[in-house]
């Protein structure tokens, strides 16, 4: 019984994760400059926008172009453990 409820738990924490990716994916915003993205400039050829995994499974949208900076702001999330510094959203 008291493995039973375990599984459980972990189940329940799995699910809450994609749930912050659910909510991003309403209203995207570049996480180095803040600019916003449309759900369909990640499926461009070539795409304008891309979507970075961390070493958690949180992902990161950013810009094309942003994607170096947007990079080590993750890199350094998984370094330090802080959530990465996200800009501003604007549109
Ligand atoms: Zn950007
Ligand atoms: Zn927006
Ligand atoms: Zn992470």
């Known amino acids: 019984m008291v493995q039973r409820?375990?599984?459980?738990?972990?189940?329940?924490r799995k699910t809450q994760n994609p749930g912050?990716?659910?909510h991003q994916a309403q209203h995207i915003h570049c996480i180095a400059c803040g600019r916003h993205l449309d759900p369909?400039?990640?499926q461009a050829v070539p795409p304008?926008?891309?979507?970075i995994t961390c070493q958690h499974?949180?992902?990161?949208?950013?810009?094309?172009?942003?994607e170096m900076e947007a990079r080590s702001r993750v890199a350094e999330h998984d370094r330090t453990g802080?959530?990465?510094?996200?800009?501003?959203?604007?549109?």
């Open 82 to 91: 802080q959530p990465p510094r996200v800009a501003g959203a604007w549109h």
């Open 20 to 22: 912050t990716h659910e």
């Open 5 to 12: 409820q375990k599984r459980l738990t972990k189940r329940e």
């Open 40 to 42: 369909e400039e990640f």
């Open 48 to 51: 304008t926008g891309i979507v």
């Open 57 to 66: 499974g949180s992902q990161f949208p950013a810009c094309r172009g942003c």
